[in-house]
């Protein structure tokens, strides 16, 4: 049989990713004033029209970067090769504006959630080139909030701009080969250039060292920690310094870009990585680079944090946008695929949409968890957020990353097989997004990593007090109408909100900080759920019915009773827990004995 002939599979057809959306028109309807939703709508449109055609298309001119170290004449170069797509997917970004958006604030506080919601369209068709956005966005805040004028006129504007040939990257070397994680060890070292003329960027300083994992190293500057003080002062005795990748610091719009040899920054190797393979991530070799001082000396873990509260932010609006887009082909696809000798569509039966019903669940509770947070964000850098709101962003922060992260990778997974055998093939995006996305559960922290920070944040604030308070405060927000049909999840979520309180009680059992967030993130976005069930039903929303149903099964059946159990277990553990679980894994054996065998 040749192929033309017998049974023809037919091909999925996926729809504009904004307006086939079953969540965010309706998130962005209840968190946006109306003229900002408006104006936000038709560009979401059109951008997601964008995104199935131009951005597409240059996706596949995306391909692995290339290094060249050295030339013919045996010259060290280090010329750094990227693709046509790569370069042309972050072209279409800058103009986009998503950097751009939340720093020109046209919408106020509202052009934060803006941004992301353009990138959650996007994220999933960009090659990894929202990794670099992140960082940018990242830099951007940071020099916003200490750069001097003239590292806002010559940096902060360029990474902020809309012009292509203008537009400058940022990168963040923070993770060294004693740790990532834990940057105590840092080896990088900086030297004040003294007796050089003052400049304008900020004090002039040398830095030497190097650097495990560079991905933004086609970037302009980047942002990198370095130690001033003594390296028994551990993470006390760092610096932040704003490094240019390339020297001149300031070139004419489309000049072409120097190579980072020009500020003594060596190339080394690209990394061999699982994912993510067409952004050039790399080892760095810094051996008496340029750079400037931000900020106070010995500040420079707190002065970072800007950076990754935003970076922290575009990793869970990004995993959650890969999910988006496995998600909306297994949706599709069950509308053409038949079974049961041809006569029935997968989308006509039960447990094939009770599967994807599953999944459509988590999905919106995401969603509405990750946007409650950069809803958060747009308000607290614009100064209109109130001292909850303000407290409840720093849980939220690494909790939306960690829950994002974790959540969404088996998710994909599970998207992948509601195609069968088709769902396995390069071709159909799934199967490459998984590798991709999965990094999000690495870079930024892992969930373990995060969870002590989410510690960390209750320990040092009433942050935990502002959270009950504004749970209970939606909790008792119901209308006794729905309050009545909602019971079950209701008394649900107010013995998880005891049990939550409890746990973070100090002294807190060491095993307590992975099960705790878990339950803070089953909890609150939960209650982002209810909230716009509630929207929904007294708005007089079409959907409100669906609304309040994914409320109820999210909370009752999305695992929030798991985690609970989970707290629960751990609290009452006993106190041996932590020496057993080093049995089961290690063994029993003396390792002294064993080592001597
Ligand atoms: C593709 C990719 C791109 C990257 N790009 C960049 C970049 O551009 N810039 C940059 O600075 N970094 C970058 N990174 C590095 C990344 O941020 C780090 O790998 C990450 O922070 C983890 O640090 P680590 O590799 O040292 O792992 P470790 O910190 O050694 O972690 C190893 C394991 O130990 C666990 N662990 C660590 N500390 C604790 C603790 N206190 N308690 C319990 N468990 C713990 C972790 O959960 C993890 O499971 C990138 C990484 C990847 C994979």
Redesign the pocket.
């Known amino acids: 049989m040749r192929v033309e002939e017998g049974f023809q599979p037919v091909p999925f057809v996926e729809g504009n990713p904004y307006t086939t959306d079953p969540a965010l028109p309706g998130l962005l309807k209840r968190i946006l004033p109306a003229h900002v939703f408006h104006d936000v709508s038709q560009d979401m449109e059109r951008f997601g029209g964008e995104v199935l055609t131009t951005m597409r298309n240059m996706c596949k001119l995306a391909t692995p970067p290339q290094l060249i170290q050295y030339d013919s004449w045996g010259r060290r170069v280090d010329e750094l090769r990227t693709s046509e797509g790569w370069r042309g997917l972050k072209d279409i970004f800058v103009r986009e504006g998503l950097v751009a958006i939340p720093y020109e604030r046209k919408y106020q506080e509202h052009s934060r959630p803006y941004a992301f919601a353009k990138l959650f369209i996007a994220a999933a068709d960009s090659e990894v080139t929202d990794?670099p956005m992140s960082?940018t966005d990242g830099v951007a805040r940071v020099i916003e909030l200490i750069g001097s004028p003239a590292l806002k006129q010559d940096v902060f504007r360029r990474l902020t701009s809309r012009d292509p040939t203008d537009a400058y990257t940022a990168?963040?070397?923070?993770?060294e080969r004693?740790?990532?994680?834990?940057v105590s060890r840092t080896e990088t070292t900086a030297t004040e250039v003294q007796g050089a003329d003052a400049s304008p960027y900020g004090a002039p300083y040398k830095i030497d060292g190097f650097?495990?994992?560079?991905?933004?190293t086609d970037s302009d500057v980047a942002l990198a920690l370095a130690r001033t003080g003594r390296p028994e002062d551990g993470s006390r005795g760092l610096s932040l310094f704003l490094i240019p990748v390339r020297l001149p610091l300031v070139r004419p719009p489309g000049s072409p870009r120097p190579s980072a040899l020009t500020n003594n920054i060596f190339i080394h190797r690209l990394?061999n990585?699982f994912?993510?393979k067409i952004?050039p991530?790399a080892e760095l070799s810094i051996q008496g680079a340029e750079a400037y001082l931000l900020g106070q000396p010995n500040q420079g873990v707190k002065l970072i944090t800007p950076v990754l509260n935003i970076t922290r932010t575009h990793s869970a609006v990004g995993s959650v946008a890969y999910l988006r887009k496995c998600l909306a082909i297994a949706t599709a696809h069950s509308k053409g695929r038949a079974i049961k000798g041809g006569k029935q569509l997968l989308k006509d039966t039960p447990l094939h949409v009770a599967e994807l019903a599953k999944l459509h669940v988590l999905y919106r509770a995401l969603v509405h968890f990750v946007f409650g947070a950069v809803v958060l964000l747009g308000k607290t850098e614009c100064g209109v957020a109130t001292e909850n709101e303000s407290l409840r962003l720093r849980l939220l922060t690494p909790a939306i990353k960690a829950f994002a992260a974790e959540k969404c990778a088996t998710a994909m997974e599970d998207c992948m097989s509601c195609l069968g055998g088709e769902g396995y093939m390069e071709e159909n995006g799934i199967s490459k997004l998984i590798p991709d996305g999965l990094?999000e559960k690495?870079?930024?922290?892992?969930?373990?990593?995060l969870s002590?920070d989410l510690v960390r944040a209750t320990e040092k604030s009433p942050a935990l007090s502002a959270f009950i308070t504004w749970a209970q405060d939606i909790l008792n927000s119901c209308p006794d109408s729905l309050a009545q049909s909602l019971g079950g999840p209701l008394a649900a979520l107010r013995i998880a909100l005891d049990v939550l309180a409890d746990a973070y009680k100090a002294p807190m059992h060491p095993l307590l900080p992975r099960p705790a967030l878990l339950l803070f993130a089953h909890m609150t976005s939960s209650l982002n759920l209810l909230e716009h069930a509630i929207w929904a039903v007294s708005t007089g929303q079409p959907d409100s019915a669906t609304d309040v149903e994914v409320f109820r099964r999210w909370a009752l059946e999305g695992g929030l009773d798991v985690a609970l159990e989970n707290v629960r277990r751990v609290k009452n553990a006993s106190a041996d827990r932590v020496q057993s679980d080093a049995k089961i894994v290690y063994g029993t054996a003396d390792p002294k004995v064993t080592a001597r065998l």
């Open positions: 990794c960082m990168g963040q070397w923070m993770t004693p740790g990532g994680s834990d650097k495990w994992f560079s991905s933004a990394k990585k994912g993510t952004v991530t990094v690495i870079w930024e922290g892992t969930v373990n990593v002590l």
